[in-house]
């Protein structure tokens, strides 16, 4: 009887876990979103530039805790496209950036979806 015991206490402490590592994804990569969202939105070519290069400073402080627990052909697609992003700043593509910065929301959104507790990450 303590052996069933032991295994739901697992199973519990597997959930726990589980639900913490979601929320603080939802948290991280959330705010980087936002972040990409509204430089993606902004008009002005220099202050969506600072917000990318800032979303760009988050992900890098949180890449390597993604890259603990999220697939890296995911990441290599996230760091891909803030290498195109780079060069559509240096070429002052403002179409090409906005449109980088949207893929990018996006990328990370998804990546965020990935480790979600939906039916659909279940099934």
């Known amino acids: 009887m303590r052996r069933i015991w032991i295994g739901i206490g697992i199973l519990v402490v597997l959930l726990v876990l589980g639900l913490v590592v979601m929320k603080i994804t939802h948290q991280q990569l ?6 990409l969202k509204q430089a993606s939105e902004n008009r002005d070519w ?11 400073q988050d992900w890098q402080q949180k890449r390597h805790w993604m890259a603990a627990l999220a697939d890296h052909a995911d990441i290599d697609n996230v760091d891909e496209i803030f ?5 559509y700043q ?5 179409t090409d950036h906005a449109a980088a ?3 990018l929301a996006e990328a ?5 979806e990935n480790y979600r507790l939906t039916w659909r990450n279940l099934l």
Do not use: M, N, W
Not at 46 to 56: F, T
Not at 108 to 112: A, M, Y
């Open 83 to 87: 290498a195109q992003l780079a060069v």
């Open 108 to 112: 990370i959104c998804d990546l965020e």
């Open 30 to 35: 959330g705010a980087v979103a936002d972040t």
């Open 101 to 103: 910065c949207a893929q």
């Open 90 to 94: 240096q070429r002052r593509s403002e």
């Open 46 to 56: 220099d202050e969506a530039v600072v917000l990318a290069q800032k979303a760009e």
